[in-house]
């Protein structure tokens, strides 16, 4: 059976982040062919281009985790509308020297859960523009806005029945997804 490595990338790095719960809880979900590594993106320096010729460790490591990869999940939340600026400051990290980006071609998807009733919608959008420059296909459809309420995980950071019932679809997607674009 040929199996599919995913590299998730999260853009909070808050100890109990929903974000990271819906990473896993997604992850517990997926079909056994699909395999999934959260990528540290915590401990990266901030980007500046003047240290392109040498690249702290982590950098590599996040270059080389994601070239690794057959496909990609971002799971994000929204700050202030947008991205965090961790998220931004991996994806940069990534991208760089230029012409060397390891982002092209693998393909991906956006999702993530807040607290407030737009459901990471705008940051989803915001990172679909990045997304879509860098190189990415990105799962187009469906579309998924969550909101953390009472019921969404159970007490163990698992999905509950309902929600199950609700990312269950998606998921089979994002799996069909990443098998249409590796060869
Ligand atoms: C937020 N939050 C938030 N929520 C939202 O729906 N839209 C937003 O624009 C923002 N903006 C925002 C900015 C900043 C700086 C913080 C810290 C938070 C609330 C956010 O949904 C909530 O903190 C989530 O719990 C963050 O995700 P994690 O860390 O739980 O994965």
Redesign the pocket.
């Known amino acids: 059976m040929q199996r599919y490595t995913i590299a998730v990338v999260v853009g909070?790095l808050?100890k109990d982040?929903?974000?990271?719960q819906l990473a896993g809880a997604l992850a517990a979900i997926a079909p056994q062919d699909l395999s999934f590594t959260l990528v540290d993106i915590g401990d990266l320096p901030l980007y500046n281009q003047d240290d392109d010729n040498q690249p702290a460790p982590s950098v590599l490591r996040l270059k080389e985790a994601i070239k690794a990869a057959d496909g990609l999940l971002f799971v994000t939340?929204?700050?202030?509308?947008s991205i965090p600026g961790v998220l931004k400051n991996a994806i940069d990290h990534a991208s760089r020297p230029y012409g060397q980006s390891v982002w092209a071609g693998k393909p991906g998807a956006v999702v993530g859960i807040?607290?407030?009733p737009?459901g990471?919608a705008m940051a989803q959008q915001h990172l679909r523009n990045i997304l879509a420059y860098l190189d990415v296909p990105t799962m187009g459809q469906p579309e998924i806005f969550l909101q953390n309420k009472e019921g969404f995980f159970d007490g163990e950071g698992h999905f509950t029945p309902e929600s199950k019932a609700l990312l269950q679809g998606w998921m089979d997607r994002f799996a069909a997804w990443i098998k249409q674009h590796v060869k």
């Open positions: 909070s808050r982040s929903f974000n990271r939340p929204e700050y202030n509308r807040s607290i407030g737009s990471t």
